[in-house]
């Protein structure tokens, strides 16, 4: 492979929602030069690549960001960071407000008020909200984007981070790129445990199959601290398309009901995970299947939720069609998704201050990939971005550049030189893959045991994971594509041995279904007023358990060194 080396200020891996809101932010603040790296093309990249049809995170009239705060704090059972979660909901209307500005159409009402979903939820047409997105950082003069460049690992040096490298999948280029500051914006993990469909339908799922998790994997390697892993987030979807439910419990009022027309919703509670563990208890207890409740809605009704669909989940729109039953004549029926790890719906991720800086220096989170701070969707991941960029802006200006070692650009080249060598591998990387979904469903909490797990089983989980590991280093690729594919079932095995070791340390059922633990089946005192946060060190994973300060109080990494 050539081997090619770039230099700029600023690297951001991922070109998603929150890395092009922070290229976009730098641009606005400064003359900093830029480089996105983004696995796959920018236009249609990320969790919004097919679309969406509301933004789920907006401060509506009437209501604080303290309001935000408080919702999203009690659906994750007090396992958030206020200051993030403020830091955030401050900016939210701006955030959309720039949207709007390019392009986005936000539906609004004859006075010309935006259209509300609900408390927190706007309406949109936002099929093309990722091309807008792209399309705006495409006009920056001092930002480059990357397109088909897999990143595969930080560089560091004295301490803090000095870039990172990747492997062009299309041009067979071993990059190694030197920044003075990096933005990990590459999203959660998926796929770490086996889906719902089987076979060629493996990837229709809730979360892009294509986040592997790798933002995760090159922080843990880099000895950063993360948080909340154990806090999985499991999806309420409709049946076989995977498509979201909120558009139905929330657009059109659609009652959880059993197969005996009971509305068992309120049997369990209403946050997130208590949605999804109702269905799971219903199902297992013979009252299946379970359904959302449209029969009966008007025609009006119907031709809305047919429109919706077709911005972010066609495959629903088609099954309503090809069946000749419109969504008032026949209930949904809906089922929970694998678990997934994801700091916008749930507190995983780098555990960051409020400048979204993690405990490595130079290196920074937003979206998906930081932790703390649930319920961020897609306006709280620009947010983030728009955070972040501000932070590195004036951390770069305050500290020099850093240079990468060659010894280091010579140990990565030998690492995909053993990949690519001579030698046939006993196993496929598809079979490794398999093989690890199949070790996660059946002994760290999957859809095959209701999501539940013991000591014991993740005891299991862990040596079984640590075996594929070792066997993933005997893995052989022809070409680039195979390549990626090597790395990124590398990072899902490191993700899943966080995963078991969060899950290990939360010695309590916080919240169901998420982080259903056999051997402590109620809540603890003890774990309330915890984070569970870990850090990798010589070949091994440290928890540690961090206070939740009560009040709100603020975080900044010089507090807990």
């Given at each position: 492979?050539?081997?090619?080396?770039?230099?700029?200020?600023?690297?951001?891996?991922?070109?998603?929602?929150?890395?092009?809101?922070?290229?976009?932010?730098?641009?606005?603040?400064?003359?900093?030069?830029?480089?996105?790296?983004?696995?796959?093309?920018?236009?249609?990249?990320?969790?919004?690549?097919?679309?969406?049809?509301?933004?789920n995170?907006?401060?509506?009239?009437?209501?604080?960001?303290?309001?935000?705060?408080?919702?999203?704090?009690?659906?994750?059972?007090?396992?958030?960071?206020?200051?993030?979660l403020?830091t955030?909901?401050?900016?939210?209307?701006?955030?959309?407000?720039?949207l709007?500005?390019?392009?986005?159409?936000?539906?609004?009402?004859?006075?010309?008020?935006?259209?509300?979903?609900?408390?927190?939820?706007?309406?949109?047409?936002?099929?093309?909200?990722?091309?807008?997105?792209?399309?705006?950082?495409?006009?920056?003069?001092?930002?480059?984007?990357?397109?088909?460049?897999?990143?595969?690992?930080?560089?560091?040096?004295?301490?803090?981070?000095?870039?990172?490298?990747?492997i062009?999948?299309?041009?067979?280029?071993?990059?190694?790129?030197?920044?003075?500051?990096?933005?990990?914006?590459?999203?959660?993990?998926?796929?770490?445990?086996?889906?719902?469909?089987?076979?060629?339908?493996?990837?229709?799922?809730w979360?892009?199959?294509?986040?592997?998790?790798?933002?995760?994997?090159?922080?843990?390697?880099?000895?950063?601290?993360?948080?909340?892993?154990?806090?999985?987030?499991?999806?309420?979807?409709?049946?076989?398309?995977?498509?979201?439910?909120?558009?139905?419990?929330?657009?059109?009022?659609?009652?959880?009901?059993?197969?005996?027309?009971?509305?068992?919703?309120?049997?369990?509670?209403?946050?997130t995970?208590?949605?999804?563990?109702?269905?799971?208890r219903?199902?297992?207890?013979?009252?299946?299947?379970?359904?959302?409740?449209t029969?009966?809605?008007?025609?009006?009704?119907?031709?809305?939720?047919?429109?919706?669909?077709?911005?972010?989940?066609?495959?629903?729109?088609?099954?309503?069609?090809?069946?000749?039953?419109?969504?008032?004549?026949?209930?949904?029926?809906?089922?929970?998704?694998?678990?997934?790890?994801?700091?916008?719906?749930?507190?995983?991720?780098?555990?960051?201050?409020?400048?979204r800086?993690?405990?490595?220096?130079?290196?920074?989170?937003?979206?998906?990939?930081?932790?703390?701070?649930?319920?961020?969707?897609?306006?709280?991941?620009?947010?983030?971005?728009?955070?972040?960029?501000?932070?590195?802006?004036?951390?770069?200006?305050?500290?020099?550049?850093?240079?990468?070692?060659?010894?280091?650009?010579?140990?990565?080249?030998?690492?995909?030189?053993?990949?690519?060598?001579?030698?046939?591998?006993?196993?496929?990387?598809?079979?490794?893959?398999?093989?690890?979904?199949?070790?996660?469903?059946?002994?760290?909490?999957?859809?095959?045991?209701?999501?539940?797990?013991?000591?014991?089983?993740?005891?299991?989980?862990e040596?079984?994971?640590?075996?594929?590991?070792?066997?993933?280093?005997?893995?052989?690729?022809?070409?680039?594509?195979?390549?990626?594919?090597?790395?990124?079932?590398?990072?899902?095995?490191?993700?899943?041995?966080?995963?078991?070791?969060h899950?290990?340390?939360?010695?309590?059922?916080?919240?169901?279904?998420?982080?259903?633990?056999?051997?402590y089946?109620?809540?603890?005192?003890?774990?309330?007023?915890?984070?569970?946060?870990s850090?990798?060190?010589?070949?091994?994973?440290?928890i540690?358990?961090?206070?939740?300060?009560?009040?709100?109080?603020?975080?900044?990494?010089?507090?807990?060194?």
């Open positions: 492979m050539e081997t090619r080396r770039l230099k700029t200020d600023i690297l951001i891996i991922g070109g998603g929602t929150a890395g092009c809101y922070a290229a976009l932010t730098i641009a606005e603040n400064s003359d900093a030069q830029v480089i996105i790296c983004e696995k796959a093309h920018i236009k249609r990249s990320g969790c919004l690549a097919a679309g969406v049809n509301a933004l995170a907006y401060i509506t009239e009437g209501k604080t960001p303290q309001y935000y705060v408080d919702y999203a704090k009690r659906d994750a059972a007090g396992i958030v960071r206020d200051d993030l403020l955030m909901s401050e900016k939210l209307n701006d955030v959309t407000e720039r709007e500005k390019l392009g986005l159409v936000i539906l609004k009402d004859e006075n010309g008020k935006y259209v509300t979903r609900g408390d927190r939820n706007l309406k949109i047409n936002g099929e093309n909200i990722k091309p807008l997105l792209a399309d705006a950082v495409g006009t920056l003069k001092n930002t480059t984007v990357l397109n088909r460049v897999n990143i595969t690992d930080l560089a560091l040096s004295d301490g803090r981070v000095a870039g990172a490298y990747g062009g999948i299309e041009d067979d280029v071993f990059y190694a790129i030197e920044a003075s500051a990096v933005l990990i914006a590459t999203g959660g993990a998926a796929g770490l445990y086996k889906p719902n469909n089987p076979g060629f339908s493996r990837h229709k799922m979360y892009p199959p294509f986040n592997t998790g790798a933002g995760f994997a090159m922080g843990i390697k880099a000895g950063a601290e993360m948080t909340t892993f154990e806090m999985r987030f499991i999806a309420l979807r409709c049946k076989d398309t995977i498509a979201p439910t909120g558009t139905l419990a929330q657009g059109v009022g659609a009652k959880q009901v059993n197969s005996l027309g009971e509305i068992y919703e309120t049997r369990y509670g209403l946050t995970s208590e949605r999804v563990y109702g269905t799971v219903e199902n297992a207890d013979g009252r299946g299947p379970c359904y959302l409740r029969e009966g809605i008007t025609k009006e009704q119907d031709d809305s939720l047919l429109r919706a669909y077709l911005n972010m989940a066609p495959s629903q729109t088609l099954k309503w069609i090809e069946s000749g039953l419109s969504p008032s004549q026949q209930n949904v029926e809906i089922e929970g998704t694998e678990p997934y790890i994801v700091g916008g719906h749930t507190a995983s991720g780098f555990w960051v201050d409020t400048h800086a993690t405990t490595v220096k130079g290196l920074y989170a937003a979206g998906d990939v930081a932790g703390g701070c649930p319920q961020k969707y897609v306006t709280g991941a620009l947010a983030e971005g728009e955070i972040a960029a501000l932070s590195m802006v004036g951390y770069i200006a305050e500290n020099g550049p850093s240079a990468i070692g060659e010894s280091d650009i010579d140990a990565h080249l030998a690492e995909i030189a053993r990949f690519t060598g001579e030698g046939g591998a006993v196993y496929s990387t598809e079979q490794l893959e398999e093989a690890m979904q199949t070790v996660m469903d059946s002994y760290a909490g999957g859809i095959k045991t209701g999501y539940r797990f013991n000591e014991k089983q993740l005891d299991i989980a040596q079984k994971i640590s075996q594929l590991v070792t066997l993933s280093d005997t893995l052989r690729a022809s070409d680039t594509q195979e390549l990626m594919y090597i790395y990124e079932l590398r990072e899902r095995l490191t993700v899943c041995l966080s995963v078991i070791a899950l290990r340390a939360r010695k309590e059922t916080r919240w169901h279904s998420f982080a259903e633990n056999l051997d089946p109620d809540k603890s005192e003890l774990y309330g007023r915890k984070f569970v946060n850090v990798y060190e010589d070949g091994r994973i440290r540690i358990l961090r206070d939740i300060t009560e009040g709100g109080g603020v975080y900044e990494h010089s507090d807990k060194q």
